[in-house]
């Protein structure tokens, strides 16, 4: 039996009504550690600060995020744990498609009405499902996924009841941990048992890894034709259509989406980024202004919003109205890193476009220095600040902003749009100089790390390595090497908690730079295999 009355609740309820008698079903069914927020927002500064064994929410929250798109975010920015149960509350029969369809699924989902006995026994269903699961929960959140997937493997077997559900949890930690292989073959097993839409995008995601990005965009088309509120395959549809080099496409699949569900910020921020890319800047302007509109009241705001709508409103020749962004990013958001950078570009854009080159050669002198937080800036309000310096006529600083995005492109594209830059400001010898000035360093670091090593001075490789991280805290090729210098440290001079930490920090990095890496799998087996060589709990 399980215990209900060591468990704690939040309740995110808009309606003091409905939060009334949800309490006192919580108080009958023995759970009387019950706490509440009203909207989405207070609903996630709360659960920043307290861990609850159960949310219990409303579908419906009022004005610009629903319960699906809060419970994205909180399992997307790690707000809550896994073993945290989220149920959703909802009077929408139409809920079952979108949930069936949810990447991010609640733990459960109770039609409205019900009564108290109801809602007593799925909590004491999700929760016996819960315990089953909370091993693997538990290495998954030490950052185990090897054993993990182990345990899942397990569970299929012990938990027969929910053998597909560790199937699941299994397939999704292969595909974190870039076995985008084995994945693929879990995903395809699951599918000859049950034609589930879960499986079908996690097939696609495999094969988007693999960089089958055809196959992946059949299957994915697929999924959207059956399922027009399937809001997940459409955006990894969105991403197949980007990679392949499809941006109108990609484009247009976002803006579909966004027709389904216009209230998430992530996916609206996205369909203005491809937007200003393709020139329609109609369509930027308008998203990107409710982002902005949005994003004030998030916890989740990005200042870097500000600065993309400002884009937008100057390639239509709207400097009245980008004035006022600037003012508003000001006003809106003082305090956070990036306001100053973000303001700091805006103005010198603003400049340009005016004609004023002296200011704004002033303004993106001042980014540029030592000593400015421009480094906080993403690599897309990069490539502007780089395009913004050869318009002023400031080359050296524009060569060494694209320099540092050149050090720190994840991947050949990202390579190749460093060199774009150069190229439409009539310079594109200097681009092929300046990759090749990049590769030499890369290639020197890493053969002269190796080369510590192999005369057995692991320090002095672990301190060179450690450094190109800094000089290229974005290169995946220096990511890798740098930790498996670490781990060679550890491996030959004995354990060092500091060394095998930031070993996984620099894994963690390098999986979210290149999650598709083929040197990801063997990389995090040597890190395992070192725990376990020390007797170390992850």
Request: glycine letters at 6%.
């Amino acid at each position: 039996m399980i215990d209900l009355d060591t468990i704690t609740a939040l309740v995110v309820e808009a309606n003091p009504t409905m939060r009334t008698q949800l309490r006192n079903m919580l108080n009958l069914s023995g759970i009387s550690k019950v706490q509440f927020a009203v909207t989405a927002g207070s609903a996630v500064r709360k659960l920043r600060d307290n861990r609850f064994d159960l949310i219990l929410c409303e579908y419906h929250l009022g004005e610009g995020q629903d319960g699906q798109h809060l419970l994205e975010d909180l399992r997307l920015h790690h707000i809550i744990p896994l073993s945290t149960l989220f149920i959703m509350v909802t009077g929408e029969r139409q809920y079952e498609r979108v949930v069936s369809a949810a990447e991010l699924a609640p733990n459960d989902y109770i039609l409205k009405p019900f009564a108290a006995d109801t809602l007593q026994e799925r909590i004491e269903r999700a929760l016996t499902k819960r315990d089953a699961f909370m091993p693997a929960y538990r290495l998954i959140e030490l950052g185990n996924a090897p054993d993990a997937i182990a345990v899942c493997a397990a569970g299929e077997n012990d938990h027969p009841q929910w053998a597909v559900d560790f199937m699941r949890l299994r397939a999704e930690l292969l595909i974190t941990c870039g076995k985008a292989d084995d994945a693929h073959k879990l995903y395809s097993k699951i599918l000859s048992l049950r034609s589930i839409p879960w499986a079908r995008l996690g097939l696609a995601k495999a094969l988007f890894l693999q960089k089958r990005f055809a196959e992946a965009e059949s299957l994915l088309q697929g999924l959207v034709g059956e399922n027009d509120m399937y809001l997940d395959a459409y955006d990894w549809l969105s991403r197949t259509r980007e990679a392949a080099g499809e941006l109108e496409a990609a484009c247009k699949v976002l803006a579909t989406a966004t027709a389904v569900s216009p209230h998430r910020v992530g996916r609206l921020r996205k369909l203005g980024e491809l937007a200003i890319e393709t020139g329609d800047h109609d369509t930027a302007e308008k998203v990107l202004s409710e982002v902005v509109r949005k994003g004030k009241y998030s916890d989740f705001r990005d200042p870097e919003d500000h600065v993309r709508l400002l884009q937008a409103q100057l390639a239509k020749g709207d400097t009245a109205q980008a004035e006022s962004t600037i003012r508003d990013l000001e006003r809106t958001m003082p305090g956070l890193d990036k306001t100053r950078p973000c303001a700091t570009l805006s103005s010198a854009l603003l400049h340009l476009k005016k004609g004023n080159a002296d200011k704004a050669g002033e303004a993106l002198r001042a980014l540029t220095s030592e000593g400015s937080n421009a480094h906080d800036l993403s690599v897309g309000l990069k490539r502007e600040l780089a395009k913004a310096c050869f318009a002023s006529q400031l080359e050296d600083h524009g060569s060494e902003v694209v320099l540092d995005l050149m050090r720190n492109a994840a991947d050949e594209r990202s390579m190749e749009r460093a060199k774009a830059v150069l190229r439409d400001a009539g310079k594109a010898e200097l681009g092929e100089t300046l990759a090749a000035q990049m590769q030499m360093e890369v290639r020197d670091l890493v053969s002269e790390g190796a080369r510590k090593a192999q005369e057995g001075d692991f320090d002095g490789a672990v301190q060179l390595m450690m450094n190109a991280v800094r000089k290229m805290p974005g290169n995946v090729h220096v990511l890798f090497n740098a930790t498996l210098a670490l781990l060679k440290h550890v491996e030959n001079c004995g354990w060092n908690e500091q060394f095998a930490h930031q070993a996984r920090d620099l894994m963690e990095r390098a999986r979210g730079q290149d999650p598709g890496n083929a040197r990801l799998p063997a990389l995090t087996a040597y890190y395992y295999t070192l725990l376990k060589k020390y007797g170390i709990q992850p």
